[in-house]
């Protein structure tokens, strides 16, 4: 038990090292996921944030091995699930959950509540009888805050909040060690959204879960994560902490896109919002150089030609730009 | 200068099926004068829509219902117009822009065709073939799209570049009156602070009032004069957008609102919720329909429906009003 605790505090849970998805299309290679290198320690929670069609997904799908990786390494505890065999990946399935965006459709429309949650404990035997599941499964209902009434009940009798408790719920039936949250409360109403971020944060304090969280609402993200990572096209451009990278964006990207959310506040509303032109290219064969590039107001001639690599220019906090490298662009 | 544009009163709209009434909307009244924007801000069913599409006239035939209340835009009734003077004002004078552009294209037009559609059909003064594709070229351009792709079919456009062309497709004729149903939610950030940006740019210069339905505090407070706050079919709330913001006493409800979204400037470590969900929409609470969610409510909420409470332009439906200094009751409709 001691040697596990100590493993645990030493090594990240979740780390990737040069992880790549490539998918082929009509005329060329989609680079979804380029080159991406993260962290995660036990108990923390990693933000993912970026716009549509910048591999965010792609990204948490390949560190469950949902999709298949094209290259680099995916390390749970520091052992590289890309390696393992299928029994191998069947014992790790369980420490690792997702939670999708649009629960309707990813649960089964013609199962009650209560099967839904109780589905992977009796497929993975983790209960000693179908009784104990279900008794397991009122005790993760109450968890996430389902009353038991609802138990057996169709999910399209229920709104958008309760199917995504009951989501959270099935996630948690495995006791996980990481969920991947994909936009988890992005198809919410504000009011039902903050109701499921506290429950996240509860459930994450009470049982020691480890998060990724994907999401393009920048608000949501600095609310929940400890430290964020900004995607462009594939690419990670900036990594800081929350705190970090919102009191001080350093790449043209994320100033652009902080820039950009409308604040619920009526003394800046004859500020300008600063906006940057153009919308995001093709990830298809990308040519060299930085992908943000022709967007970027401050791109020199070396943007366009030498991609810049994700470098560590505060404590804590990495970029990947050309402006900070003291070479000029 | 403040001219009266738009005018509801004591509406209702109901959905009736053979084996339920949803009470969509519940009595509410807002007006609107030439070039103001109100924002119509609330969560999924509060009646915003519904209420954009009474407006146009556009409720399901069979199922919607308006039992009482009058539109009135320009000094006419709509619900008193011939079908053939509706087509007049529709697109012409009032135009809509929905929330996902793919599905308001017509997707085997080009998008020159389908902007120039509202102009030949509203050609009142026998503009000639060539007048119309330059009309269509200059809203092209306004909208920051180049005229040479007026050619090209919706699929070949990214989303925010679709939503432009709905926009471009809604103001070609100059419209006295813009709908836009949540214009930006399925938008990125940055693809959506372009939007924004442009209608506020556009309303400026053609002088166009303008209804901004939304969920997001932050656009209305960048976008909009006057804000109405709407919950379980009512308007709860309504003043200007500083009443909304910055009032010194404001409905639970919309305090709950802002609540709920997480600061950017500042860390908090909880959010605080609204507890519970909206209410039923056919079998609606006896007294205010926020009672069974209010963290002040009283028994006196949960039985009788508030007044609304007023105080110069800031409206609030609130018992908690009663007695409050500079507010005085009004009668309830």
């Not at chain 1, 399935?93 to 309707?104: A, E, G, N, V």
């Amino acid at each position: 038990m001691m040697t596990n605790m100590e493993n645990v505090s030493n090594v990240p849970l979740i780390e990737t090292r040069g992880l790549k998805k490539f998918f082929k299309v009509r005329g060329g290679l989609l680079h979804a996921v380029d080159n991406v290198s993260i962290t995660i320690p036990a108990r923390k929670t990693l933000g993912v944030v970026g716009e549509s069609g910048c591999g965010k997904s792609t990204l948490g799908r390949a560190v469950l091995r949902l999709i298949e990786p094209t290259a680099g390494e995916v390390l749970f505890e520091g052992r590289d699930i890309t390696k393992f065999n299928r029994s191998q990946m069947r014992e790790m399935r369980r420490k690792m959950q997702i939670i999708f965006q649009d629960p309707y459709s990813s649960i089964n429309p013609r199962m009650s509540v209560a099967e839904i949650i109780a589905e992977y404990m009796l497929i993975n035997h983790t209960c000693a009888s179908k009784a104990a599941a279900f008794q397991r499964t009122a005790e993760l209902m109450d968890v996430v805050g389902l009353a038991r009434r609802y138990a057996n009940v169709y999910p399209h009798e229920l709104d958008g909040g309760r199917r995504q408790r009951i989501g959270i719920a099935r996630a948690l039936s495995l006791r996980p060690q990481f969920i991947v949250c994909d936009e988890p409360v992005s198809a919410l109403d504000v009011s039902i959204q903050a109701q499921i971020l506290n429950l996240l944060m509860d459930i994450q304090d009470n049982m020691g879960l480890t998060y990724m969280f994907i999401t393009h609402d920048l608000s949501v993200v600095k609310h929940i994560s400890d430290e964020i990572i900004v995607m462009y096209l594939g690419q990670c451009v900036e990594r800081a902490t929350s705190d970090a990278l919102f009191e001080k964006p350093l790449h043209p990207y994320t100033q652009a896109l902080l820039a950009a959310i409308p604040e619920p506040d009526i003394s800046m509303r004859n500020k300008p919002i600063q906006i940057i032109r153009g919308e995001v290219t093709s990830p298809v064969d990308p040519p060299p150089g930085c992908r943000f590039a022709s967007r970027c107001e401050k791109a020199g001639e070396r943007c366009h030609r030498e991609t810049p690599d994700l470098a560590e220019r505060e404590s804590g906090h990495w970029i990947a730009c050309h402006l900070y490298d003291g070479k000029g662009v | 200068m403040t001219q009266e544009l738009l005018k509801i009163t004591d509406l209702s709209v109901e959905y009736r099926t053979d084996k339920e009434t949803v009470h969509a909307v519940n009595h509410i009244n807002f007006s609107l004068n030439k070039g103001e924007t109100i924002g119509l801000v609330g969560e999924t069913g509060a009646g915003k829509t519904t209420t954009a599409l009474s407006i146009m006239r556009l409720l399901p035939e069979k199922t919607g219902f308006i039992p009482n209340g009058s539109i009135v835009f320009e000094g006419r009734s709509i619900y008193d117009l011939e079908e053939k003077e509706l087509h007049n004002i529709r697109g012409k004078h009032v135009a809509m822009i929905f929330q996902d552009p793919m599905t308001s294209l017509n997707p085997i037009m080009t998008v020159g065709e389908q902007i120039a559609e509202a102009l030949e059909l509203h050609n009142t003064d026998h503009k000639s073939h060539e007048q119309i594709q330059a009309r269509v070229d200059e809203v092209l351009s306004m909208v920051g799209i180049s005229p040479s792709r007026k050619n090209a079919f919706p699929h070949q456009f990214s989303g925010g570049m679709k939503q432009r062309v709905v926009i471009a497709m809604a103001l070609v004729c100059e419209p006295d009156l813009l709908i836009a149903d949540e214009p930006t939610t399925a938008l990125d950030v940055t693809i959506q602070a372009q939007v924004i940006n442009m209608i506020r740019e556009l309303r400026d210069r053609l002088g166009t009032a303008m209804i901004m339905i939304t969920h997001d505090l932050g656009i209305v407070a960048q976008t909009c004069d006057n804000v109405a706050v709407m919950y379980a079919g009512r308007i709860i709330e309504a003043g200007t957008a500083a009443d909304i913001y910055k009032g010194e006493f404001r409905h639970p409800y919309t305090v709950g609102l802002f609540s709920s979204i997480p600061n950017l400037r500042e860390k908090t470590a909880r959010l605080t919720p609204i507890p519970g969900l909206m209410p039923d929409p056919t079998k609606l609470p006896a007294g205010c329909s926020f009672a069974p969610r209010c963290p002040h409510a009283t028994e006196l909420c949960r039985t009788t429906p508030p007044a609304a409470y007023k105080n110069n332009t800031h409206v609030i439906e609130c018992h908690l009003l009663e007695g409050k200094d500079g507010w005085t009751k009004e009668a309830r409709v």
